[in-house]
């Protein structure tokens, strides 16, 4: 199980940091979707099959999005070199990784070891909550019954980004 | 945007309503099995995108398309917070109240309002993400 | 604790890339790196070994269930991230069709 989970979470490494470094546009954002579908396995060997469902297709999506876009505007990205600028930021970078992996090795101690997590705030959600909500699936109790406040402010957001890029994208229909 | 081959469309005309289908059946049955409003409204969403893709821009008239599911998704929003007013207005002062009999777990009818909530989460979240892809392809279309 | 380090090095990568790149649709893509590292690390830890999908059967009752919080904090923030990365592409083909070029830089010159 740890195992299965460390080599997928491998390739999706792997994949992040071609699709960081190639040369041509469209390959970067394929090279994107094995991040994507390898969180799919991931979700399904964590017995999360509504997680699953969503990601599949919610990642198809996004790639069909971000191909159209680069096919509509320049593909290749310039080589640019390492100018004084560039070697800064690249140092800065590397400074930032390592104080925050100082912090995540300090965390690490606080955190259950992985598959044996403790349930503090669900375990009163999960105490008879298919009598409290009715509901079959607890995913579902949580997120409409319990949780109704995070999901109403999810949907609003959903509805302002959608507006969002109706108003950026209009040329016309403004006389 | 141009339409794809005969072979493509046909397929589609056959694809397209089997996977409405079973969008609309993870949406129903969202609080009995894996599945729910979010999942079932982006495989509707799916559908739709499958068929503007094969047959092109000039065979569906995108505008009014835009128009209708603009409106259809701020309709739905506005019936969820309607549903959550409805259950602060009845009864215990509580904001996202189920105010309906649970019934049994496992039956179809059952757990109250949260069927409810799930059918009109799936519209809004199939009409958002179909107007952020028809947005992009009508915005291809007016510009060259 | 292995595939904690893994899920971190993969948020690390987004970082790296958000932080040294040019080109706007690399921004975009570290920037969804970041976000599915954050997702793949709350499925992780609502996991429990021998724990069974969070569906309750009336028939067998006082099974062991995964955690169902982190999964449903995770499920909406996954269509958020989809109308997010759509948003900001929008921004970015306006931009490239006013100054020609994805590179950032040219483009604080240009406005000059």
Not at chain 1, 4 to 29: C, E, N, P, Q, W
Not at chain 1, 43 to 71: E, G, H, N, W, Y
Not at chain 1, 84 to 100: C, K, M, N, P, W
Request: neutral net charge; contains cysteine.
């Amino acid at each position: 199980m740890e195992l299965a989970l460390t080599i997928i979470t491998g390739f999706m490494v792997i994949g992040a940091i071609y699709a960081i470094h190639a040369k041509d546009l469209l390959s970067a954002v394929i090279a994107c979707g094995i991040v994507g579908y390898g969180l799919v396995i991931c979700f399904l060997l964590l017995k999360a099959p509504d997680l699953a469902i969503v990601q599949i297709v919610v990642d198809t999506m996004s790639l069909i999005i971000m191909v159209t876009v680069v096919l509509n505007t320049s593909r290749e990205e310039p080589y640019y070199g390492l100018d004084s600028r560039g070697r800064t930021l690249a140092v800065a970078a590397l400074a930032l990784i390592i104080a925050l992996l100082y912090y995540f090795v300090i965390s690490t101690g606080h955190l259950d070891a992985f598959g044996e997590s403790h349930l503090r705030m669900s375990e009163a959600y999960m105490n008879g909550a298919a009598e409290k909500t009715g509901s079959a699936n607890l995913v579902t109790g949580v997120v409409f019954d319990f949780r109704g406040y995070d999901t109403l402010g999810e949907a609003t957001v959903l509805v302002t980004a959608v507006l969002g890029v109706i108003a950026i994208l209009r040329l016309k229909g403004k006389k | 945007m141009k339409g794809m081959t005969t072979i493509v469309k046909k397929t589609t005309q056959i694809l397209a309503g089997i996977i409405f289908l079973y969008g609309a059946y993870v949406v129903i049955h969202g609080h009995l099995t894996p599945g729910g409003g979010f999942a079932g409204g982006v495989i509707m969403a799916g559908a739709f995108i499958l068929v503007t893709l094969a047959f092109g821009g000039g065979f569906l008239n995108l505008k009014k398309e835009e128009t209708g599911s603009t409106a259809t998704e701020n309709i739905a929003v506005l019936i969820v917070i309607i549903l959550s007013l409805v259950g602060l207005f009845l009864g215990a002062k509580v904001f996202f109240l189920n105010f309906l009999p649970r019934g049994t777990v496992g039956e179809l009818v059952s757990a109250g309002v949260l069927p409810l909530y799930n059918i009109f989460v799936g519209i809004e979240v199939t009409s958002s993400i179909f107007i952020l892809f028809l947005a992009l392809v009508i915005f291809k279309e007016e510009d060259t | 604790m292995i595939p904690y380090w893994m899920c971190f090095a993969l948020f690390l990568v987004g970082l790296y890339g958000v932080i040294t790149r040019r080109n706007l649709v690399k921004i975009a893509i570290s920037l969804s790196i970041m976000e599915v590292s954050t997702f793949l690390f709350f499925a992780l830890m609502g996991y429990i070994e021998g724990g069974k999908f969070p569906i309750v059967d009336p028939a067998e009752p006082g099974q062991l269930y995964v955690d169902p919080l982190p999964q449903a904090l995770v499920l909406t923030a996954i269509v958020i991230g989809l109308a997010t990365t759509s948003l900001l592409m929008a921004v970015i083909i306006r931009i490239y069709r006013k100054y020609k070029t994805f590179d950032i830089r040219e483009i604080r010159n240009l406005r000059g």
